[in-house]
């Protein structure tokens, strides 16, 4: 093959180039002549042995390619062969029916890629101006080494009695340039007709040489001197057709493609979904995405391979969210959600906007994990009503079983990635300190002793930190008072439209205690109610509505459904305000746990220590640095000061970043800031049992006490609270630590982050803890 373009510039090249660029057996090394001599002994044998009709059907084609034959000169074919009727009716002898109404049938000299013959729709497709071949195929059949294994593979056969069987069909890869549907066709040959002529005495081959040839296939040199190109030719007539396999292709290479290795990129997977499927159900119109569900992210994210992904800044909340949506009822059911014409569906914000996106026809099928529990929706639209129906989803079948594998394991990669990225942010194995470990594994594994009571680190300076949650207590009480409030006077309405339309005396009976706790929890809420309200709701009240819904089916749809359509699935009340106040929570401990990694990471530079986080309501950290922390290296007293002074300002800026954010919050939320600070070295171990590290020595443990104990610290003589909303509160025990942090705090003014003012404060007494002063300053 000559002149085709690079194979870094293009995947696929024109199949028209490509067939006119193809050489006509050149290059290759064995002689081949044209003849209809081992067909018309063929066509002589079965007219001697068949019954009329086909008797005078043989001796008829015999009669037409004899005179065929008289045209060939020096083994080349005549131009005019191309219309000769007697090849068409040759060729629907010995193809398969379907092949006959195709059409796509060819002949030719033995290996002469060019064909002296090609039905019509044989050379329909080839002139097409929109297919492409794949670019690989096209380079890999003007493969020589191919061709002389192919060569040598019939000389085995014909002169040797080896029948390799495997290397005469093939597959061809195209693709339409306009629709990008891909092609792929299967050539069948037939060699019954090719005569293997020996010029030299053939060589002597036993079972040793045959074996090696059989364990090299691809050696073209080896193959060549036990078969030299002199001592062979390539007689007589080759028959072929090409026959449709695209289906099995696409799926073999869909099995391929979400079986293997995963797609990390969400966008990637579907692209090479969508292309497979459109090849699949020769839809070159059809679009694909999907939604991922257990996705803790926001809704851009969530939505960010949907098919509604270019108007989610429209939608309130996710669609399976929205009541009546086509995705709610999708996870609703078990089976795949088809809507053949949205335009006939019942009104929705959601089947409009669909509808706006361009899209008429939508399949929505729910992917669930082993526990079956929703992890997604896979979609599939198509812009014309009725382009996917039952009938092509029963097609699909096993595709979505493919789809199903992958969904689930690329949700287990991602959950083990996201398991990990807590695991390590949030536990005490350090980057800073796996030194040690590794040094006390290297000691079990080669001298067999056990190491875990070496894991010790002595003399380190700890910092603790924390960004608090300022009356997260009172919030979370009155996030819950407001849902169970909510709840009550929603379920009020409900108990009285229903003792309306029907005679139950307990209607009235939980009427009346429903109005009781409603009125008592809007008085005053105590924590035990939640339990009182929850007990009455789920194991009374919801259970007999429910048994009054099947009872009657109007009330059940106009008054009952719409109830618990309100209420939170898992939990069975309404869960809304808690809801937001946990969500808020949660971005919260995000938003500052990655700050805080942000910011130490930036001191491991510095100097190499050990931090972990916890997330609690806000979060708390604890850093140990000193030389025993160091694998190499020297730790010096700028070094505690330094970071002592990276805390403050870290906090600082922490505060501010919560000012800035959590007004946006669903609940907003606020902070208090504490540092406590410890001027004596400690020492700390690792707990096997724990799998964390903790202070060592009953000296060291004072340490942990006041730590533990000083968040809830009063001012002397009052009940005022230390720690305050956007305050930084710093709690200490000598002196010394309240000149230094005297000093840091100036620099704090001077820089602008603090006010002038700083409240030097004697806290009460803490069990286990007396003398405490503090400093407290507020941020700007």
Same mark, same amino acid.
Not at 49 to 68: A, N
Not at 111 to 130: C, I, N, Y
Not at 174 to 200: A, G, S
Not at 710 to 734: F, S, W
């Given at each position: 093959?000559?002149?085709?373009?690079?194979?870094?510039?293009?995947?696929?090249?024109?199949?028209?180039?490509?067939?006119?660029?193809?050489? =006509?057996?050149?290059?290759?090394?064995?002689?081949?002549?044209?003849?209809?001599?081992?067909?018309?002994?063929?066509?002589?044998?079965?007219?001697?042995? +068949?019954?009329?009709?086909?008797?005078?059907?043989? +001796?008829?084609?015999?009669?037409?390619?004899?005179?065929?034959?008289?045209?060939?000169?020096?083994?080349?074919?005549?131009?005019?062969?191309?219309?000769?009727?007697?090849?068409?009716?040759?060729?629907?002898?010995?193809?398969?029916?379907?092949?006959?109404? %195709?059409?796509?049938?060819?002949?030719?000299?033995?290996?002469?890629?060019?064909?002296?013959?090609? !039905?019509?729709?044989?050379?329909?497709?080839?002139?097409?101006?929109?297919? %492409?071949?794949?670019?690989?195929?096209?380079?890999?059949?003007?493969?020589?080494?191919?061709?002389?294994?192919?060569?040598?593979?019939?000389?085995?056969? =014909?002169?040797?009695?080896?029948?390799?069987?495997?290397?005469?069909?093939?597959?061809? =890869?195209?693709?339409?340039?306009?629709?990008?549907?891909?092609?792929?066709?299967?050539?069948?040959?037939?060699?019954?007709?090719?005569?293997?002529?020996?010029?030299?005495?053939?060589?002597?081959?036993?079972?040793?040489?045959?074996?090696?040839?059989?364990?090299?296939?691809?050696?073209?040199?080896?193959?060549?001197?036990?078969?030299?190109?002199?001592?062979?030719?390539?007689?007589?007539?080759?028959?072929?057709?090409?026959?449709?396999?695209?289906?099995?292709?696409?799926?073999?290479?869909?099995?391929?493609?979400?079986?293997?290795?995963?797609?990390?990129?969400?966008?990637?997977?579907?692209?090479?979904?969508? *292309?497979?499927?459109? +090849?699949?159900?020769?839809?070159?119109?059809?679009?694909?995405?999907?939604?991922?569900?257990?996705?803790?992210?926001?809704?851009?994210? #969530?939505?960010?391979?949907?098919?509604?992904?270019?108007?989610?800044?429209?939608?309130?909340?996710?669609?399976?969210?929205?009541?009546?949506?086509?995705?709610?009822?999708?996870?609703?059911?078990?089976?795949?959600?088809?809507?053949?014409?949205?335009? &006939?569906?019942?009104?929705?914000? #959601?089947?409009?906007?669909?509808?706006?996106?361009?899209?008429?026809?939508?399949?929505?099928?729910?992917?669930?994990?082993?526990?079956?529990?929703?992890?997604?929706?896979?979609?599939?639209?198509?812009?014309?009503?009725?382009?996917? *129906?039952?009938?092509?989803?029963?097609?699909?079948?096993?595709?979505?079983?493919?789809?199903?594998?992958?969904?689930?394991?690329?949700?287990?990669?991602?959950?083990?990635?996201?398991?990990?990225?807590?695991?390590?942010? $949030?536990?005490?194995?350090?980057?800073?300190?796996?030194?040690?470990?590794?040094?006390?594994?290297?000691?079990?594994?080669?001298?067999?002793?056990?190491?875990?009571?070496?894991?010790?680190?002595?003399?380190?300076?700890?910092?603790?930190?924390?960004?608090?949650?300022?009356?997260?207590?009172? /919030?979370?009480?009155?996030?819950?008072?407001?849902?169970?409030?909510?709840?009550?006077?929603?379920?009020?309405?409900?108990?009285?439209?229903?003792?309306?339309? +029907?005679?139950?005396?307990?209607?009235?009976?939980?009427?009346?205690?429903? &109005?009781?706790?409603?009125?008592?929890?809007?008085?005053?809420? $105590?924590?035990s109610d939640e339990n009182v309200v929850t007990d009455l709701l789920l194991y009374d009240v919801h259970p007999f509505l429910r048994y009054l819904g099947e009872q009657d089916s109007n009330l059940g749809e106009t008054v009952l459904e719409p109830y618990f359509q309100l209420l939170d699935p898992q939990l069975g009340i309404l869960y809304r305000q808690r809801k937001d106040y946990e969500k808020s929570v949660e971005k919260l401990n995000i938003l500052l746990g990655q700050f805080m990694d942000t910011e130490q990471e930036k001191m491991q530079k510095l100097l190499p220590h050990y931090f972990e986080i916890?997330?609690?309501?806000?979060?708390?950290?604890?850093?140990?640095?000193?030389?025993?922390?160091?694998?190499?290296?020297?730790?010096?007293?700028?070094?505690?000061?330094?970071?002592?002074?990276?805390?403050?300002?870290?906090?600082?800026?922490?505060?501010?970043?919560?000012?800035?954010?959590?007004?946006?919050?669903?609940?907003?939320?606020?902070?208090?800031?504490?540092?406590?600070?410890?001027?004596?070295?400690?020492?700390?171990?690792?707990?096997?049992?724990?799998?964390?590290?903790?202070?060592?020595?009953? $000296?060291? #443990?004072? $340490?942990?006490?006041?730590? &533990?104990?000083?968040?809830?610290?009063?001012?002397?003589?009052?009940?005022?609270?230390?720690?305050?909303?956007?305050?930084?509160?710093?709690?200490? /025990?000598?002196?010394?630590? =309240?000149?230094?942090?005297?000093?840091?705090?100036?620099?704090?003014?001077?820089?602008?982050?603090?006010? !002038?003012?700083?409240?030097?404060?004697?806290?009460?007494?803490?069990?286990?803890?007396?003398?405490?002063?503090?400093?407290?300053?507020?941020?700007?």
């Open positions: 093959m000559t002149n085709l373009p690079p194979t870094q510039q293009n995947r696929f090249i024109p199949l028209h180039t490509f067939m006119s660029q193809m050489p =006509h057996a050149q290059g290759f090394p064995y002689p081949t002549a044209l003849s209809f001599e081992p067909l018309l002994a063929h066509l002589q044998e079965k007219a001697q042995d +068949s019954q009329p009709p086909l008797k005078g059907l043989y +001796s008829k084609l015999h009669g037409q390619i004899s005179v065929l034959q008289e045209k060939i000169n020096d083994g080349q074919a005549p131009e005019t062969l191309e219309g000769e009727n007697s090849l068409d009716t040759l060729l629907s002898l010995y193809f398969p029916l379907n092949q006959q109404a %195709e059409g796509k049938a060819f002949a030719g000299r033995p290996f002469d890629t060019g064909f002296m013959f090609r !039905s019509p729709a044989m050379r329909q497709l080839f002139k097409s101006e929109t297919l %492409e071949i794949f670019l690989e195929q096209a380079e890999h059949k003007s493969n020589k080494p191919e061709a002389v294994l192919k060569a040598g593979s019939l000389i085995l056969k =014909h002169c040797y009695g080896q029948d390799l069987n495997a290397v005469l069909s093939d597959v061809i =890869h195209l693709r339409d340039r306009q629709t990008k549907l891909e092609y792929y066709y299967r050539y069948n040959i037939v060699t019954d007709f090719v005569r293997i002529k020996t010029i030299q005495p053939l060589p002597k081959l036993g079972p040793q040489e045959i074996s090696e040839l059989l364990d090299n296939l691809f050696d073209q040199q080896l193959w060549l001197e036990r078969f030299p190109p002199e001592n062979f030719v390539f007689e007589g007539l080759v028959l072929g057709y090409m026959t449709d396999v695209t289906e099995a292709e696409v799926w073999s290479k869909m099995q391929e493609g979400l079986i293997g290795e995963s797609h990390h990129d969400g966008r990637e997977m579907l692209d090479f979904i969508e *292309n497979q499927v459109r +090849s699949y159900l020769r839809k070159p119109d059809l679009r694909v995405g999907a939604m991922p569900l257990w996705w803790h992210a926001s809704r851009e994210e #969530v939505m960010r391979a949907s098919l509604l992904a270019p108007v989610t800044g429209r939608l309130g909340e996710l669609p399976g969210n929205i009541a009546g949506s086509p995705y709610q009822k999708a996870l609703q059911q078990s089976a795949p959600l088809i809507l053949e014409d949205l335009e &006939k569906e019942p009104p929705n914000p #959601v089947v409009d906007l669909l509808l706006e996106q361009g899209y008429k026809n939508v399949v929505l099928v729910t992917q669930k994990n082993e526990e079956g529990d929703p992890i997604g929706i896979l979609e599939l639209a198509m812009p014309r009503a009725h382009s996917l *129906n039952s009938l092509t989803l029963l097609k699909l079948r096993d595709v979505f079983a493919l789809v199903s594998l992958n969904f689930n394991r690329v949700t287990r990669e991602l959950q083990d990635a996201v398991q990990l990225a807590i695991q390590r942010r $949030y536990t005490s194995i350090h980057q800073s300190v796996l030194w040690k470990f590794r040094r006390a594994a290297q000691q079990l594994l080669f001298e067999g002793q056990d190491a875990d009571d070496s894991i010790v680190f002595k003399n380190v300076y700890p910092l603790y930190g924390q960004a608090d949650i300022v009356s997260s207590s009172s /919030l979370r009480s009155e996030s819950i008072r407001a849902d169970l409030q909510d709840n009550l006077a929603i379920l009020e309405q409900v108990l009285e439209k229903c003792l309306a339309q +029907s005679g139950f005396n307990l209607l009235d009976h939980y009427l009346l205690k429903v &109005k009781k706790l409603k009125g008592r929890i809007e008085e005053e809420f $105590y924590s916890y997330k609690t309501d806000g979060v708390e950290y604890n850093i140990y640095l000193g030389q025993s922390i160091l694998e190499e290296g020297q730790f010096l007293d700028y070094h505690l000061q330094d970071f002592r002074l990276w805390q403050l300002v870290s906090l600082c800026e922490a505060t501010r970043l919560v000012k800035r954010e959590a007004v946006r919050f669903p609940t907003p939320l606020a902070t208090a800031q504490l540092i406590f600070v410890y001027n004596n070295p400690i020492s700390i171990r690792f707990r096997m049992d724990d799998k964390r590290f903790d202070v060592d020595g009953a $000296y060291n #443990v004072r $340490y942990e006490i006041i730590k &533990k104990r000083i968040d809830k610290a009063t001012i002397k003589g009052t009940d005022e609270r230390l720690t305050q909303k956007g305050k930084i509160a710093i709690v200490y /025990l000598h002196e010394k630590d =309240h000149q230094e942090y005297l000093d840091y705090l100036g620099y704090l003014v001077d820089k602008g982050y603090v006010s !002038s003012e700083v409240e030097e404060l004697e806290l009460n007494r803490l069990q286990g803890a007396d003398g405490l002063k503090a400093l407290r300053v507020t941020v700007v």
